[in-house]
C-alpha cells in the first residue's frame, strides 16, 4: 500500500471549509484514495473514495490532483460535530475484501 | 438494520483470564474483520475473515484466536489476557462483490482492560 501524509492537526472555524490535504506520492494506477473519520471514542466511519476523478457525497468532496500524488477532503461547510481525527488511506480495492492500514490521521477541531 | 454490534462495551479481566469479544452484523457482509487501538495510534488489524469457515491472520494476530461459523457472526477470543493487550477494539464489515463502492462499517468499539 503507498505511504500517506497528514498534517497532525488542524483548526477551522465553524460554517467554514474545512480543508484536509493528503500526500500520496507513490499512489499506485490501482489504489483508490480512502476518507475516514473518527468521532472521539467511536468507531471509525466512513465517509468517501474516489479513484481519480474528484468525487461529491452528502458528507464531503474529495479533491484528487491530476498525478494522483495528493489530494484534499472538502467538509464545506463545518460543523462542532466535525470535530474528529480523519484518516486519508490509500488501498488496492478489491472484491475479496482488503485491510485498512490507518495511520494516525488529522486532528481537526472545529471552533465556535 | 443495527449495522455491527459489539459486546461487551466495557470489560475488565485479571492477566491470565479469557474471554470472547462478540462481533456481530446483520447486512450479510461477507467480509467481516478485527481491529485493536491502542492510546494515540491508529488501527491495526487481527483477524479477518471473508465468510464464513474462513479466517486469517492480520497484521497483530498473536494471543487471539477467532473463528466464523456464521455469516454474522465473528467473535475474537483472549486466551490468556496479557496487559499488552488493553486496547480498544472494533470490529468491521463490509459487503464483498459490489466493486469499490462502499465503505467498511464499524461497530462502536469494546474497550478492555488488562490488570
Known amino acids: 500500500d503507498a505511504k500517506t501524509t497528514q498534517p497532525t492537526s488542524m483548526d477551522c472555524a465553524e460554517g467554514r471549509a474545512a480543508n484536509l490535504p493528503c500526500n500520496h506520492s507513490?499512489?499506485?494506477?490501482?489504489?483508490?484514495v480512502y476518507w475516514y473519520r473518527q468521532i472521539h471514542s467511536q468507531g471509525p466511519q466512513y465517509i468517501i473514495h474516489?479513484?481519480?476523478n474528484n468525487e461529491t457525497n452528502e458528507m464531503a468532496s474529495l479533491i484528487i490532483t491530476e498525478d494522483r500524488k495528493s489530494s484534499t477532503l472538502i467538509l464545506p461547510h463545518a460543523t462542532l460535530r466535525d470535530t474528529a481525527v480523519y484518516y486519508c488511506?490509500?488501498?488496492?480495492?478489491?472484491?475479496?475484501?482488503?485491510?485498512?492500514?490507518f495511520g494516525k490521521g488529522t486532528s481537526l477541531l472545529v471552533t465556535p | 438494520n443495527a449495522g455491527v454490534t459489539q459486546t461487551p462495551k466495557f470489560q475488565v479481566l485479571k492477566t491470565g483470564q479469557s474471554m470472547t469479544l462478540q462481533c456481530a452484523q446483520d447486512?450479510?457482509?461477507?467480509?467481516m474483520s478485527w481491529y485493536r487501538q491502542d492510546p494515540g495510534m491508529g488501527l491495526r488489524l487481527i483477524h479477518y475473515?471473508?465468510?464464513?469457515?474462513?479466517?486469517d491472520q492480520g497484521e497483530v494476530p498473536n494471543g487471539y484466536n477467532v473463528s466464523r461459523s456464521t455469516t454474522e457472526d465473528f467473535p475474537l477470543r483472549l486466551l490468556s489476557a496479557a496487559p499488552s493487550q488493553t486496547s480498544v477494539y472494533f470490529c468491521?464489515?463490509?459487503?464483498?462483490?459490489?466493486?469499490?463502492?462502499?465503505?467498511?462499517?464499524f461497530g462502536s468499539g469494546t474497550r478492555l482492560t488488562v490488570v
Open positions: 507513490t499512489i499506485s494506477g490501482n489504489e483508490y
Open positions: 475473515s471473508v465468510g464464513a469457515g474462513i479466517t
Open positions: 474516489g479513484l481519480k
Open positions: 488511506i490509500v488501498r488496492v480495492n478489491s472484491n475479496s475484501g482488503y485491510a485498512l492500514n
Open positions: 447486512m450479510n457482509h461477507e467480509y
Open positions: 468491521a464489515s463490509i459487503k464483498l462483490g459490489q466493486g469499490p463502492n462502499y465503505g467498511y462499517t
